[in-house]
């Protein structure tokens, strides 16, 4: 079993729709849960972390289940914009500072 | 604030040669990562610096391998000799604190033909 892992899609919803991701993880040590956005051929970039309350940032919607080990991002009102791979970063145990990444979830929001 | 910057953007190779890649991370940021996605899979860690230490290599495939980071500043990691399976995308990142967020940058894209 992979350490971390996501649905890989693709997920395409059309524009205005809500979508939701999850991204599990087999360390029950992890502290540290990131949510990155990775656009094709370029590098990822940091969208949000997620923290144990849950968080919210605009349209999107971070949470974590410890108790189910898993990570969520929902998106609200997607955008054309939104379209990217996201990925899930997860980081703890004796490595804190290495993240684990998943193979990311493709989203495509068209009009 | 200028980001990660990596350089080259683009390597071809052939087996058995030599490539260097550079890395200069965000200014004042100690923590520094390399990370590789080879095509169809997830990145995959490589090693973390801390200054100029090595926090934690246990990503590096093999001893062809060699990365530093003299100083405490840029990095830079070298493959010799080139293999055909070291293709793929070699992304550095940095962060101010190791449990933090990091900072991508745009990625060496190297091909061993």
């Known amino acids: 079993r992979k350490e971390v892992e996501q649905d890989p899609g693709p997920f395409n919803v059309p524009e205005g729709a809500t979508v939701a991701f999850n991204c599990t993880y087999s360390n029950s040590a992890s502290q540290s849960f990131f949510w990155y956005r990775q656009d094709c051929r370029k590098e990822p970039k940091l969208l949000m972390s997620v923290y144990s309350s849950g968080n919210e940032d605009g349209r999107f919607t971070a949470q974590l289940n410890r108790a189910s080990q898993y990570i969520s991002l929902l998106i609200r009102d997607s955008k054309l914009s939104d379209s990217a791979t996201y990925l899930c970063g997860i980081a703890g145990g004796t490595s804190y500072g290495k993240l684990t990444f998943g193979q990311g979830t493709i989203l495509t929001v068209h009009p | 604030e200028a980001g990660v910057t990596q350089f080259p953007s683009h390597s071809v190779i052939e087996k058995g040669q030599t490539v260097t890649l550079r890395c200069d991370p965000i200014?004042?940021?100690?923590?520094l990562y390399w990370y590789r996605r080879v095509m169809g899979k997830e990145i995959k860690f490589l090693l973390h610096?801390?200054?100029?230490?090595?926090?934690?290599e246990s990503g590096m495939p093999n001893n062809r391998f060699l990365a530093e980071r003299t100083g405490g500043t840029y990095s830079t990691l070298k493959v010799q000799p080139a293999e055909l399976e070291d293709s793929g995308v070699y992304f550095c990142?940095?962060?101010?604190?190791?449990?933090?967020?990091?900072?991508f940058g745009s990625g060496t894209r190297l091909t061993v033909v």
């Open positions: 990142a940095s962060s101010q604190r190791a449990a933090g967020g990091y900072t």
């Open positions: 610096f801390v200054k100029e230490s090595k926090q934690d």
């Open positions: 200014s004042g940021h100690d923590n």
